[in-house]
């Protein structure tokens, strides 16, 4: 029996800049099913799935999939911190992402996103997401590269803020990035200043004085840093790489310099 791949299905996160970990995707016992009696062969990996199917030795094509030839698979987290870093704050709460091809024209294999009602646990945790994959959508004509499917999901974004308590008043203090890849405005601290970090700071360190900035922009969440932000004092790289603030922290970074 010869085979070749017949759709493809990857779990793409923002956050991680290689593999989606923390994320497993499993297909529902009635795919299995139907997959099985359609001789398909599955294949599970990190953050993807494979299926390979069986071709007619003589047309070169595919078996001729019908309406009720749907797939279903579901996207399981396995840690929490896949809730602390994707963004669905347009999912209402007990529902879940659903993407699908259905309603898509043949051979298109761009998912559309809805959202349906939470189903599903694996090892304790909820399905975030489920994929419904059309057979009868995908073209069983073509054998050449197969239907590759995306389920792509949205990561949060903070606005950064450092604070700075330095021992000079005098002190002239900028923050630069490489490229400019973020730009920071320096917030105004004034008797009226309403941010409780900066309050909390002056009343902690009384004699100290307290610079803050913020990014312009929200940063997305991500598993590699930005490198090359720097701390300009006077005029002098005072230090080179200011570390990232990370997701438990709310993008909040307090520095003690000179």
Same mark, same amino acid.
């Not at 297909?27 to 993807?48: A, F, H, M, S």
């Not at 070169?60 to 704050?89: A, C, H």
């Given at each position: ?12 996160? &923002?956050?991680?800049?290689?593999? &989606? ?22 294949? @599970? ?7 390979? =199917? ?35 704050? =347009? ?16 051979? *298109? ?9 939470? $189903? ?5 945790? &909820? ?6 994959? +059309? ?11 197969? +239907?590759?499917?995306? =389920?792509?999901?949205?990561? $949060? ?27 920071? %405005?320096? @917030? %105004?601290?004034?008797? *009226?200043?309403?941010?409780?970090? @900066?309050?909390?700071?002056?009343? *902690?360190?009384? %004699?100290?004085?307290?610079? +803050?900035?913020?990014?312009?922009? =929200?940063?997305?969440?991500?598993? $590699?840093?930005? $490198? *090359? ?15 990232? &603030? ?5 993008? @909040? ?6």
């Amino acid at each position: 029996m010869k085979y070749h791949e017949f759709f493809h299905i990857e779990i793409i996160h &923002p956050y991680f800049s290689g593999l &989606p970990k923390d994320l497993v995707l499993v297909p529902d016992n009635e795919t299995k099913k139907r997959l099985n009696n359609l001789g398909c062969i599955l294949r @599970i990996d990190v953050g993807k799935i494979k299926v390979l =199917a069986p071709i007619d030795q003589e047309s070169n094509v595919f078996p001729v999939l019908g309406e009720n030839d749907v797939f279903t698979f579901y996207i399981y987290p396995t840690s929490e911190r896949i809730q602390e870093i994707t963004d669905f704050s =347009a999912i209402k709460k007990k529902n879940m992402i659903s993407f699908t091809n259905l309603g898509q024209p043949v051979g *298109n294999s761009e998912l559309m996103s809805t959202q349906i009602e939470q $189903k599903g646990v694996f090892q304790g945790f &909820p399905s975030i997401a489920n994929i419904v994959i +059309a057979g009868n959508k995908i073209d069983t004509d073509i054998i050449g590269e197969s +239907a590759r499917f995306k =389920a792509i999901f949205k990561v $949060k974004s903070i606005k950064w803020k450092y604070y700075f308590v330095s021992e000079s008043q005098d002190s002239d203090v900028k923050l630069e990035s490489r490229n400019e890849q973020i730009h920071f %405005n320096e @917030i %105004n601290i004034d008797q *009226n200043t309403s941010d409780q970090i @900066i309050t909390s700071l002056q009343l *902690n360190f009384p %004699n100290s004085h307290i610079r +803050a900035f913020e990014s312009k922009e =929200a940063i997305p969440y991500s598993s $590699k840093p930005l $490198k *090359n932000i720097k701390l300009i004092q006077n005029g002098d790289v005072l230090i080179n790489h200011l570390s990232n &603030p990370q997701e438990q922290q709310q993008g @909040i970074q307090i520095i003690k310099i000179k």
